[in-house]
C-alpha cells in the first residue's frame, strides 16, 4: 500500500532473461491495443474491462519498454509505473505476445491509501527518556503517550 498524495509515481523495475535457446520478441499489449475490452461475454470478464478502461483512462499503469528483444541468456530490464491518481485499488490485465510462443496475461496491481491513515502523532510535545544507569538490575520503564491522529479509528 503507498500513502496517496505523492506526486511522483512510483517505479518498478522487473529484470527478464531469456533462458531458451532463441532470440525472443516481446510485445506488451494494454487492453485497448488489443481488443479485450469490447469482446467479453461474462458478467466477470465485463466488470475487469469496466476496470481496465478507467484505469486505462487515468493512466494509473504504464511500462518501458512494450516491445524488445533478449537474446538467448541475455537479461533486459522493464521499467513499470503506478501513477495512483486516487485513494483505491487498482489492476489492469496486460497481454504479452512472444513471438513464436503463447501470448500471456500480466496483472498489474497497485494500492493506496489516504497519507493520513495510521498516523500517530506524541500526546506531549516532548517526550524525554529518564537518564538510566549502566549497572542497575531492573528495567526502567518510561512512558511514552501517542495520539491517533489519522482518520483510521484504533480499537
Not at 103 to 119: A, M, R
Amino acid at each position: 500500500m503507498i500513502p496517496y498524495g505523492k506526486d511522483e509515481s512510483i517505479r518498478v523495475v522487473a529484470t527478464l532473461k531469456n533462458h531458451g535457446g532463441t532470440t525472443s520478441e516481446l510485445s506488451i499489449k494494454f487492453p485497448d491495443e488489443t481488443g479485450d475490452m469490447e469482446n467479453n461475454h461474462d458478467n466477470s470478464s465485463r466488470a475487469l474491462a469496466k476496470k481496465n478502461k478507467v484505469n486505462l483512462h487515468k493512466q494509473i499503469f504504464d511500462i518501458k519498454p512494450r516491445k524488445f528483444k533478449v537474446e538467448p541468456g541475455e537479461f533486459i530490464d522493464i521499467e513499470i509505473f503506478y501513477n495512483p491518481r486516487d485513494v483505491n485499488e487498482h489492476e489492469l490485465v496486460l497481454k504479452a505476445v512472444l513471438t513464436n510462443g503463447k501470448p500471456f496475461n500480466i496483472l498489474l496491481k497497485g494500492e493506496t491509501i489516504d497519507k493520513n491513515v495510521g498516523v500517530l502523532s506524541p500526546l506531549i510535545g516532548d517526550n524525554c527518556l529518564f537518564p538510566t544507569p549502566i549497572n542497575i538490575s531492573f528495567p526502567v520503564t518510561n512512558q511514552v503517550m501517542f495520539k491517533n491522529a489519522g482518520n483510521l479509528k484504533i480499537k
